[in-house]
């Protein structure tokens, strides 16, 4: 929180703070009714699959956009009563980079000190910029000329012009390459000293890298909105394999699901010599690897090859969903935990609320991607 | 706003398109002043002020056509819009970026009437009477001029809006021109006659208002040496709306 007087009163405000924020494009809801607090200092990730509403929520927030219904306040002024004095606050990269083709870097970089009614020493204050983005080197050349990565630090140079108080990056490592990717996190991180940041991304490797909080949104709801240990906990805790196993397809099948402390097991169209695979998932909190190694040795069954799976998007929502009900649930009563497997088919309340869809199309994938394999086969 | 008029300023001429519409205008009208004064053995201007306009519907266009759809094309309206600049700042920058090439094209083209006086001098110098009066009149060509700048103020406002409303620049330029054809040649319907020599529009009162709302006919008035405030109010209140459209197409797709 931030204090502030305001006609001799202190009074308190977050930096970036946004309340019951409803979009509709026509019939189609693409935000729904969303709130959230940014503290000043704070780097925060919003993640979501395409769609999402991310950039439309990023898009009001700058003022790009009017809300249909809501608030949207950057320290404590309103983006649509004040939105000159909101924009001021606000460095914004864009999901494409606003950059005039026509335009060398330092002609750009000016037009934008002056578009911003920037009061700083101008030569000095770019220096820093493009000192902090890394793009000396390209300062006299035309922006066409530039590479993606350039490009994209360009824009972000744009975006610290002023030395805004919020800076907000929408999808800002897209079409980079892995060296530039880390860097430009390297960068936000840096930036977040000084400055309030949110960043967009579909990736979760990268909120959980640069951001201290990460905002989970679909459909234009908000998921979960957790600090990024939390999630970060709640992803490393992988329980699904793809596991290669030589033997009798049926045998090994029957075998593995009545094995103790495995919640699901499926044999995937997959076939290397005489050994299949099949996806594994253990129960919560289970490491099934070992127990799973020995038991197989027993019957003579060889492990050839186990991959854990990384999670997608949607699993995450899953497990981020599943994770805070059962925190809820050993506060109130350990006893009763129901675990995944004695639940069986049926899903949760929230499970059923926020991961339905998601957790149907999860599925789906997997039976299309097992269904693609398959005829891969006959095709052999 | 200020950042906004030289952004679009430079950009007249770093893209080829300041150039060339300069270039254009320049030789057409310095050709045109040619024959309708000069070669027709006349010091009358009129003509050569009304052909202007008619050309206007070429010019204009290449003028006005990027100065939207090209930002939106490039997603690099999204900049100006999130800046601290209100939407009729950005608006106001760059339609006085296009207005200011247009006038200074028009003053520049002045050196046209340079050979009409030369000429009257010489033949002055001739006669020995001072009671007629030979050469072009100064008082006529300076109303013109004025006027002509205004006509093609509101023009311009005109291709703003067609340019703020579309994405491609060729549809923008194609639209515009239309439209202004349709701006300037509306009172040429009322000239039109059918075979019986009776005027195809035969109601007085249609015809009344073409005329009025005809952007030429207007400027008859100029043609004889009138200097007609109301026209000028006319071409200035179409500025507006134009502009004030402009504006609002802007703030309707934020909400949209």
């Known amino acids: ?380 | 706003m200020f950042a906004i008029y030289r952004k679009e300023m430079r950009s007249y001429f770093i893209n080829p398109i300041g150039f060339v519409y300069m270039g254009i205008f320049l030789v057409f009208s310095a050709l045109l002043c040619c024959y309708t004064t000069i070669i027709s053995g006349s010091y009358d201007t009129s003509n050569y002020f009304t052909f202007l306009i008619i050309a206007f519907i070429i010019l204009i266009p290449i003028l006005t056509m990027r100065l939207f759809a090209e930002e939106r094309k490039l997603r690099t309206e999204q900049l100006l819009l999130t800046a601290p600049v209100t939407i009729t700042g950005m608006v106001l920058g760059k339609y006085f970026a296009a207005l200011t090439i247009f006038v200074s094209g028009i003053l520049l083209s002045c050196i046209n009437f340079i050979p009409l006086y030369v000429i009257s001098a010489a033949e002055r110098a001739g006669e020995d009477s001072a009671l007629n009066h030979i050469g072009p009149v100064t008082g006529e060509i300076v109303g013109s001029v004025i006027a002509v700048i205004l006509l093609g103020a509101a023009l311009i406002a005109v291709g703003t809006l067609i340019s703020a409303l579309t994405e491609n620049q060729l549809s923008a330029a194609v639209v515009t021109i239309g439209v202004i054809a349709a701006m300037v040649l509306l009172n040429f319907v009322n000239v039109l006659t059918d075979s019986d020599g009776q005027p195809i529009i035969g109601s007085y009162v249609i015809r009344a208002v073409v005329d009025w709302i005809s952007v030429l006919s207007r400027f008859s008035a100029f043609s004889n040496g009138i200097f007609d405030y109301s026209s000028l109010l006319y071409y200035i209140s179409l500025s507006f709306v134009f502009l004030f459209l402009t504006v609002r197409v802007y703030e309707k797709r934020r909400w949209g």
């Open chain 1, 1 to 380: 929180m931030k204090r502030t007087k305001f006609y001799g009163k202190e009074i308190l405000f977050s930096m970036i703070k946004i309340e019951h924020l409803v979009k509709n494009y026509g019939s189609n809801c693409a935000v729904d009714d969303i709130s959230f607090e940014v503290e000043t200092g704070e780097i925060v990730g919003f993640l979501g699959p395409n769609g999402a509403g991310k950039s439309t929520t990023m898009n009001i927030l700058t003022g790009y956009l009017s809300s249909t219904s809501g608030k949207a306040s950057i320290a404590g002024i309103d983006i649509l009563s004040d939105p000159i004095g909101a924009k001021k606050l606000i460095g914004y990269l864009p999901e494409q980079p606003p950059l005039y083709l026509d335009m060398t870097v330092e002609e750009y970089l000016n037009f934008n000190y002056e578009l911003k009614c920037c009061k700083l020493n101008k030569a000095e204050h770019l220096a820093q910029v493009c000192e902090t983005v890394k793009i000396k080197d390209v300062y006299h050349k035309v922006i066409r000329t530039l590479s993606k990565g350039y490009r994209q630090r360009v824009g972000i140079a744009q975006a610290l012009i002023g030395n805004p108080k919020v800076i907000i990056f929408d999808e800002p490592t897209v079409g980079l390459d892995p060296k530039q990717i880390i860097e430009i996190r390297n960068l936000i991180r840096g930036l977040g000293k000084e400055h309030t940041v949110i960043l967009s991304t579909h990736i979760l490797q990268e909120v959980q890298a640069v951001c201290d909080r990460i905002i989970i949104i679909n459909k234009g709801k908000i998921v979960a909105n957790e600090k990024t240990e939390n999630i970060t906990n709640v992803v490393a805790n992988n329980r699904r394999f793809n596991i290669k196993i030589s033997g009798p397809q049926r045998e090994i099948l029957s075998f593995l699901k009545g094995m103790q402390g495995l919640s699901y097991v499926e044999a995937l169209a997959e076939r290397d010599g005489d050994a299949y695979t099949y996806m594994i998932e253990s129960e919560m909190g289970i490491d099934i690897r070992k127990k799973l190694f020995f038991s197989l040795a027993e019957r003579g069954w060889a492990i050839i090859g186990m991959e854990a799976l990384g999670m997608n998007l949607e699993d995450i929502f899953i497990t981020v969903v599943d994770k805070s009900e059962e925190i809820k649930l050993t506060r109130s009563n350990v006893k009763n935990r129901i675990t995944r497997r004695q639940r069986g088919k049926e899903k949760s309340a929230l499970e059923q609320e926020l991961g339905e869809s998601l957790y149907e199309s999860a599925q789906r994938q997997r039976a299309e991607s097992a269904l693609t394999e398959v005829s891969e086969d006959e095709d052999d």
